[in-house]
């Protein structure tokens, strides 16, 4: 008893140090898969720095597309046994607890898709389900994430919510633009389907940082984290100066300016980074790691 009292002692103090401090512990993810030279997925989760790797993209699918992916110099799809050699990677990410998703990007032209078709697909080719041509491999991926940056804006909910019909265990992300609302995803967003939402604070002039100035940041962040129904909103950052256009945020001006701005929120979930190629060149993840 003796011992169960002091371990419920020692968990209240912890509790309320916590809240004290108006602060929640938060997680690392990274976009990975758009660079050949940013090395493997496993070399990227044994890093140790990332809770949430996304393999990127799954470009092509809907309006009656061969669906296809694309991890540009890592391998060919359509070649041989293609990227199925990834599902060794996979496994090895996820033995080590990192939840590991793919990414659909749409952002051109006219993105007409049926939902409940593109799910399926999804299910049986990346997720839970069977199918003789997994891309990746029989891997089974965490979750689906949804970087929507053109196209259009219909349909997106729906998908998210036959890939929920699946069942809990299947993650529903999302990366929106900081204006808020996002204009390709924001409706979808609204149905509390979504479990992370990884917001970019970059290239958008508007709601990202500048030069020592948060305001615009802050009054952004506070509309996603008191708008939208996710689990957790995660402030989405260029891990270096070349992985953006605008917007890169210094390390040293993210754990002593911004980070005490945001860190205070019951949703604030951590930090994404674009990407892993840019993190390895900067050294950004580890950098923050110890602050995030």
């Not at 199918?131 to 949804?146: E, H, K, N, Q």
Request: proline letters at 5%; one cysteine or more.
């Amino acid at each position: 008893m003796a011992l169960k009292s002091a371990i419920s002692v020692t968990f209240l103090c912890l509790v309320l140090l916590t809240l004290a401090n108006g602060s929640y512990a938060g997680k690392i993810t990274v976009y990975w898969g758009q660079n050949g030279n940013e090395g493997t997925l496993a070399e990227a989760c044994a890093t140790g720095n990332y809770d949430y790797v996304i393999i990127a993209f799954l470009p092509t699918f809907g309006n009656g597309q061969t669906p296809m992916i694309n991890l540009a110099g890592h391998c060919d799809p359509s070649y041989g046994n293609g990227c199925t050699g990834l599902s060794s990677d996979i496994k090895s990410c996820q033995a080590k607890g990192i939840k590991v998703l793919l990414s659909l990007r749409a952002d051109v032209g006219s993105h007409t898709i049926d939902a409940s078709e593109v799910a399926t697909y999804l299910w049986n080719n990346f997720l839970g389900g069977q199918s003789p041509t997994r891309p990746l491999g029989p891997a089974v991926l965490d979750g689906i994430d949804f970087d929507i940056e053109g196209g259009s804006n219909q349909h997106w909910g729906h998908l998210a919510r036959f890939l929920k019909g699946y069942g809990k265990q299947v993650y529903i992300t999302a990366a929106p633009q900081c204006p808020f609302p996002d204009a390709w995803i924001g409706n979808a967003l609204t149905t509390g389907l979504f479990d992370y939402v990884w917001v970019q604070f970059y290239n958008n002039p508007p709601c990202q940082y500048t030069s020592g100035e948060i305001s615009n940041l802050e009054y952004a962040w506070k509309q996603w984290i008191s708008g939208i129904p996710a689990n957790k909103i995660f402030l989405g950052l260029p891990a270096s100066p070349q992985a953006a256009g605008r917007g890169f945020l210094p390390a040293s001006d993210f754990t002593s300016k911004v980070l005490p701005a945001i860190k205070g929120s019951a949703k604030y979930g951590g930090v994404m980074l674009w990407s892993r190629y840019y993190d390895v060149q900067s050294g950004y993840s580890s950098s923050i790691k110890s602050y995030v």
